[in-house]
């Protein structure tokens, strides 16, 4: 019965860190989409979640550790749809690197050799992440007819307006 507990509390958790950070803000909503629990040690965990805000629509993607039996928030990525940025890591371990997808041409991303996790968030829009213990690596997608393309982490000509 201990493991039942477990998603339970970090729920509880989850939600009240974010009504707490985000008191007061209008037109504010979450949704959490995904976790994973013990993800690179045991009691520890990935979510992510979508936010509506004063930016729009973001997903965001966070690793939280249990300590001394009591859930911390330890860090946080962001990332928007269709913005130029295809992609970011977190800047200390574990290192995640995680990123937005739209449409279906894309099949699997590796961040140097891990394999990402890929998560249908919406109608045409997926979000990846994967666990490196490697910090700056090459962050690779495989296309639905087999295609391997090194993905930069800005799209140059996107930001270019």
Request: with cysteine; glycine share 6%; proline share 3%.
């Amino acid at each position: 019965m201990v493991g039942c507990s477990q998603p339970q509390a970090f729920e509880a958790f989850f939600h009240e860190k974010l009504e707490q950070l985000h008191k007061g803000e209008e037109n504010y909503s979450y949704k959490l989409v995904h976790k994973e629990f013990n993800v690179v040690h045991q009691d520890d965990a990935v979510a992510v979640f979508k936010e509506n805000n004063k930016r729009g629509e973001q997903i965001f993607i966070a690793y939280l550790e249990k300590r001394d039996k009591q859930w911390s928030w330890i860090q946080t990525r962001g990332a928007e749809w269709n913005s130029p940025m295809k992609w970011s890591s977190m800047n200390q371990p574990p290192f995640i690197y995680s990123g937005t997808i739209s449409g279906d041409s894309i099949r699997e991303v590796y961040a140097g050799e891990e394999l990402a996790q890929i998560i249908d968030v919406e109608e045409g829009k997926r979000f990846w992440y994967a666990i490196s213990p490697i910090k700056d690596v090459q962050v690779m997608v495989v296309k639905e007819d087999g295609t391997k393309e090194i993905i930069d982490e800005f799209d140059f000509k996107k930001s270019v307006r």
